[in-house]
């Protein structure tokens, strides 16, 4: 067991609260909110920086600033702690070059969005000689460098500013700052911070509703913060292991709900060739599956076919499309091994009724591997599909980083440009090195439309080590899943990283390694999700004499409507601070505000519709919403209605007292 289940306190929460150039110095910028791949929550709105220790305050036993790397004339670029050189916090970076040698220190390397801009500022104070410049770079998948923005400030003996901004080029996956000291001279830096441009904000809802999973139609906000409500789950699994041909069974696969009946794809590996395969099983009720034998055309040794569930040799994810050709209404991609950049890759099939398929392309439609996920779009009509792929990022030298990448399509065989969509980060290595790991990488992320969103899981490895299993060579350590969330599928938000599916406890059959179906099943009142787990971590199998027998199954995981992720108020009357969260401005042509909510003993959740200008609108302050409710609608203290004000720009504040709020809309 590599990670003990942690137990959710009562009001636990996370609080929100192209070419190189030259640029001249300018005033002081605010940091611009940022959107794409973001840190973890640190208020709301975020401020948007990026950048990890970015004041320089925290360094290694060298005094070179962790998270960023020190090339060249290593000691010529350490932290130091001089009240005459900070502006806030505890240290600077000071660059101390003498003739004859150069130092670059340079950030981690940050998921970047192909066309967004961003703008890196930073406070400069020099001592002597010529100070370091400044630049970010920007670079795609194989880290080529697509272009550098740069500034080289004039010396000044009294702090200034210098500011950066730059559009990251198509094909962008990453971002680099950089600070490089080229000739005789000593300065110091504090308070970079490196940001991108808000993203173009639509005030108009439609019917859909409206989560907490990131900030874009946030204003601001006071004591409430996020709340990760992990899944409830069975003690047993509903798929194990018992045929032949299942060494073992766990779920990289799909689940969908047809004609009442739920249907399974899943995973088993056994002895033969290629080691893993795609079964079938199906439920009426979703707890209790059969198995039946004969559906498809794969058998196991001298087993034939028709006393077989499997379905296709080898692996992969099934997207729905009842809509699509009645031959094309699965579609399926699997991964094949083959040559880099030629064959090895991503391959499509198809299928009438999901047991007999056909193989839609002979190449690959999309390059890399090993594990992809697929969905339907029905809003958008398009298919989604997210694949790993693996960059030379890691902290480790030669070896890769895995990161999930996000392609689209109309017909699921001609597919977008994957572009870098989710990346372990500075946060995610922090997790890993809290188990006395090394590094977080992302092993995979189905995508689900849901609602106003699409809600990623990224399946998050923290690595602790390459020596522990029978896979050892690839990273033992737990994998555990995550929210994430995106408007487009390409600026994605990762505020809070607690797993919204938590390892068993120590012994359980899902204490290890956890992976999820690439698709939920969501009602009235529930989100469904099926998940495969192992009882150890990624490294698979223990080598040590005694140890447990590798084994696993699929489990299924269950949450509340809209209900991964609440902004949450503890306080009660009397004792703690009351929450408060206002949108930005909305437009909407409903008559009725609605909210899933659950209001605590000694709770409220109020609401009051406030004008552009963010004046009370009389008339429209809420009777308290009370008790646990899936779908509340809001009624006004003065018996109006949403309807007068369709068309209108309007905000809506919410008081929280002792509430978890998930997600409201109008309709």
């Not at 210098?162 to 971002?175: K, R, Y």
């Not at 899933?596 to 609108?617: F, H, M, Q, W």
Request: proline content about 7%.
């Amino acid at each position: 067991m590599l990670l003990r289940k942690r137990r959710r306190a009562t009001g636990r929460h996370v609080r929100v609260c192209a070419m190189a150039g030259l640029m001249g110095l300018v005033m002081v910028v605010t940091p611009i909110a940022a959107s794409g791949q973001t840190p973890v929550d640190t208020g709301v709105p975020q401020d948007g920086n990026l950048l990890p220790n970015s004041g320089f305050d925290v360094g290694d036993r060298a005094g070179h600033p962790i998270g960023w790397t020190v090339e060249g004339n290593e000691i010529a670029a350490t932290i130091v702690n001089l009240s005459a050189y900070r502006t806030a916090g505890l240290g600077s970076l000071e660059v101390n070059v003498t003739a004859g040698s150069t130092v670059t220190v340079s950030s981690d390397r940050i998921v970047a969005t192909p066309g967004a801009e961003y703008t890196l500022t930073a406070r400069v104070k020099g001592r002597s000689g010529t100070p370091a410049a400044l630049a970010m770079t920007f670079t795609d998948f194989n880290r080529v460098e697509l272009g550098t923005k740069a500034a080289d400030p004039e010396f000044s003996a009294d702090w200034q500013t210098v500011t950066i901004t730059g559009t990251a080029p198509a094909g962008t996956a990453q971002v680099t700052v950089r600070i490089t000291g080229t000739e005789p001279g000593s300065s110091y830096w504090d308070q970079l911070s490196l940001t991108k441009g808000e993203p173009a904000y639509d005030p108009h809802l439609d019917t859909a509703r409206e989560l907490f999973l990131d900030d874009y139609r946030i204003e601001s906000s006071k004591d409430v913060g996020r709340v990760v409500h992990p899944a409830r789950t069975l003690p047993e699994p509903v798929i194990r292991s018992t045929y032949p041909w299942e060494r073992n069974t766990y779920i990289y696969g799909s689940v969908f709900k047809i004609g009442g009946m739920y249907r399974m794809w899943y995973n088993c590996n056994n002895d033969v060739a290629p080691g893993y395969y795609l079964c079938y099983a199906e439920s009426k009720d979703g707890k209790h599956w059969t198995k039946p034998l004969g559906r498809g055309t794969v058998g196991y040794k001298d087993i034939p076919a028709s006393k077989t569930n499997i379905i296709i040799a080898g692996g992969g994810t099934i997207a729905y499309n009842p809509d699509a050709p009645p031959d094309r209404r699965y579609a399926l991609m699997q991964f094949h091994s083959g040559v880099v950049n030629e064959t090895l890759g991503y391959y499509v099939y198809f299928s009438p009724d999901g047991y007999h398929w056909t193989e839609g392309s002979t190449k690959p439609v999309l390059l890399d591997g090993d594990v992809s996920q697929v969905a339907w779009d029905p809003k958008r009509q398009l298919y989604i599909a997210t694949i790993k792929k693996r960059m030379f990022t890691s902290r480790t030298p030669g070896i890769y980083d895995r990161s999930a990448f996000v392609s689209t399509s109309k017909d699921f065989l001609n597919w977008s440009t994957p572009v870098l969509g989710v990346s372990g980060d500075y946060a995610d290595d922090g997790a890993a090195e809290a188990l006395n790991g090394l590094e977080g990488q992302i092993y995979g992320m189905p995508v689900l439309p849901y609602e106003s969103t699409y809600v990623g899981i990224p399946w998050v490895l923290l690595i602790t080590n390459y020596t522990h299993g029978s896979q050892s060579s690839a990273g033992d350590g737990p994998v555990l899943p995550q929210v994430a969330s995106s408007r487009d599928l390409v600026d994605w938000s990762r505020p809070v990283r607690d797993p919204i599916i938590e390892p068993g406890m120590p012994g359980a059959w899902d204490d290890g390694a956890l992976y999820t179906a690439s698709n939920a099943l969501v009602d009235d009142k529930t989100i469904t999700m099926y998940y495969g787990a192992f009882n150890a971590g990624h490294g698979g199998q223990l080598t040590t004499p005694g140890s447990p027998a590798y084994t696993s199954g699929v489990g299924m995981a269950t949450w509340r409507r809209d209900g991964f992720v609440s902004m949450t108020n503890a306080s009660v009357p009397g004792l703690g601070d009351p929450g408060e969260l206002t949108t930005k401005p909305l437009v909407f042509d409903g008559k009725d505000l609605h909210v899933n909510a659950v209001v605590r003993a000694k709770g409220s959740l109020t609401v009051e519709v406030l004008d552009a200008a963010g004046n009370p609108i009389p008339g429209y302050q809420a009777i308290p919403v009370t008790g646990d409710r899936l779908d509340a609608t809001v009624r006004w203290k003065g018996g109006k209605s949403l309807a007068d004000l369709a068309g209108r720009t309007v905000k809506l504040r919410f008081s929280l007292i002792n509430t978890d709020l998930y997600s409201y809309w109008v309709k």
